[in-house]
C-alpha cells in the first residue's frame, strides 16, 4: 500500500504564500496522476492541481496563475507552491496519487492551510 504523507499547511495571511509537500512511500512505476485536492467545511471536495507521469498539468479554475504543482521524482515528493492566498483558499489540503493504466487512488491525511487576518 502507497502512504502519502503531506506538510507545510499553516495559518497565513491574505496575499501570503505557502508550499505544501507530499511525500509518497514508494515509487509508482505505472502511470499515474500525483495532485492535489481540497476540502472545506461543508463544501465538496474540490481539485486543486495535478501532474501526470508524462508532466502534464492541470489547475483548478480557481487557483491558475496562484498556485503551481512540481515533483522531484528522486525525493518521491510532489509540491504545490501557493501564492497569493485568499481566505477562499482556506480549507484541508489533500495529496492524492491516482492510477491512470493500473487502478490505484491513494489520499494523503491532509493538511490544513488557513488563510486570514
Known amino acids: 500500500q502507497v502512504q502519502l504523507v503531506e506538510s507545510g499547511g499553516g495559518l497565513v495571511q491574505p496575499g501570503g504564500s505557502l508550499r505544501l509537500s507530499c511525500a509518497v512511500s514508494?515509487?509508482?512505476?505505472?502511470?499515474?496522476?500525483m495532485g492535489w485536492f481540497r476540502q472545506a467545511p461543508g463544501k465538496e471536495r474540490e481539485f486543486v492541481a495535478g501532474?501526470?507521469?508524462?508532466?502534464?498539468?492541470n489547475y483548478g479554475n480557481s487557483v491558475k496563475g496562484r498556485f503551481t504543482i512540481s515533483r522531484d521524482n528522486d525525493k518521491n515528493t510532489v509540491y504545490l507552491q501557493m501564492n497569493e492566498l485568499k481566505p477562499e483558499d482556506t480549507a484541508v489540503y489533500y495529496c492524492?496519487?491516482?492510477?491512470?493504466?493500473?487502478?490505484?487512488?491513494?489520499w494523503g491525511q491532509g493538511t490544513q492551510v488557513t488563510v486570514s487576518s
Open positions: 492524492n496519487l491516482k492510477g491512470v493504466v493500473v487502478w490505484q487512488n491513494y
Open positions: 514508494r515509487i509508482i512505476s505505472s502511470p499515474n496522476t
Open positions: 501532474i501526470n507521469s508524462g508532466d502534464v498539468i
